[in-house]
């Protein structure tokens, strides 16, 4: 059996860097495999959905869900969004569940996935319809420059 594979760690600050704005909601994600056979368990992880030649998991920050054990609904959104999610290609992409009822709302009336990997979806036409791509607050070189540290803190 297949364990859950968390977010990755951030790598440090020794290349260009891209800075988010941090949304206030739930951490997601869609998991897109090549389709293995008839077994609605591949390795361990749920199949909540299939499109074309892959099969299609959906995930919170700790564990596998499903339509049926749900986290704000999305692994149901996955399920209804399979066709365009398909875009995403194979593989594990990250992002942040979030919009009404979900922490802070944001004023929306509907919820919205929207990814992390900023490099890869900010072009719309690359990525599904149905998804967003959490908003970049700056990109480029980092600047120890106006970097200041509290004086007063105790070591």
């Known amino acids: 059996m297949s ?4 977010f990755p760690k951030v790598p440090r ?5 891209i800075i988010t704005e941090k949304l206030d909601g739930t951490n997601a994600s869609v998991f897109l495999e090549i389709w293995p056979g008839a077994n609605p368990l ?7 959905a ?25 692994a149901g959104w996955v399920q209804r969004n399979a066709d365009g999610l398909g875009k995403l290609g194979e593989g594990h992409h990250y992002g942040e569940w979030w919009g009404h009822g979900i922490q802070r709302n944001y004023g929306l009336t509907e919820r919205r996935f929207s990814l992390f990997n900023t490099s890869r979806w900010n072009d719309a036409t690359l990525r599904p319809e149905c998804c967003h791509v959490v908003p970049t607050l700056y990109e480029g070189a980092v600047s120890y420059t106006h ?3 509290p004086t007063n803190r105790e070591v």
């Open 13 to 17: 600050l020794s290349r260009n860097c």
């Open 147 to 149: 970097l200041t540290l």
């Open 42 to 48: 591949f390795h361990g992880r749920p199949i909540i």
């Open 50 to 74: 299939r499109v074309g030649d892959y099969v299609i998991s959906a995930g919170s920050r700790t564990r596998w869900i499903t339509p049926d054990d749900d986290n704000f609904g999305f």
């Open 3 to 6: 364990e859950f594979q968390p």
